[in-house]
């Protein structure tokens, strides 16, 4: 087994290929845990991103603005639509053969759409970038301070640019 993804598209605006982006977001996952492998931070312990890369799920689901809104509201006390929100798990290790439920990412398809259109990007990128950036909250990182800021942003564009996926210019 390794690191896996289960994704649902639960928004109508775009058309999507599951399969397609169901491979992208574990490929994707797959470079989170080689990037965490190489260079393991100090919340995270080794043997931990071990085990993650052989049994580690995420949870994926593409929403529309009314939906993220609603949950940024619920869960955050803000009432707008955000791109993603994430929803760690605090759970144990699985029995053997089960999977490891790391957490939920929630993306807004909708506000992925604007950012891709304002940062002249891709909508792949933008999608692919929002995957990684609510992984890397699941897994722990924050973006509070200029440190922590610095290493999750470092981590988010090496995973990118590990699998040729970078802003143009």
Not at 17 to 33: G, H, M, S
């Amino acid at each position: 087994m390794s690191v896996s993804v289960n994704f649902t598209n639960s928004q109508k605006r775009l058309k999507l290929n599951k399969r397609e982006w169901n491979t992208k977001f574990k490929n994707l996952a797959a470079a989170i845990i080689r990037n965490l492998q190489a260079s393991p931070p100090d919340h995270l312990d080794e043997d931990w991103i071990a085990r993650v890369g052989e049994t580690g799920l995420f949870n994926v689901v593409f929403v529309g603005n009314a939906e993220i809104q609603a949950l940024n509201k619920q869960w955050r006390q803000k009432d707008a639509a955000t791109d993603v929100l994430s929803f760690p798990m605090d759970a144990d290790e699985p029995p053997e053969g089960e999977p490891w439920e790391l957490g939920d990412i929630i993306v807004s398809v909708e506000r992925a759409e604007e950012q891709a259109e304002e940062y002249g990007h891709s909508l792949e990128r933008e999608l692919c970038f929002l995957f990684v950036h609510g992984a890397l909250h699941v897994l722990g990182f924050d973006h509070e301070t200029k440190k922590e800021e610095k290493d999750m942003f470092g981590r988010q564009n090496a995973v990118l640019e590990a699998l040729g996926i970078s802003r143009p210019g």
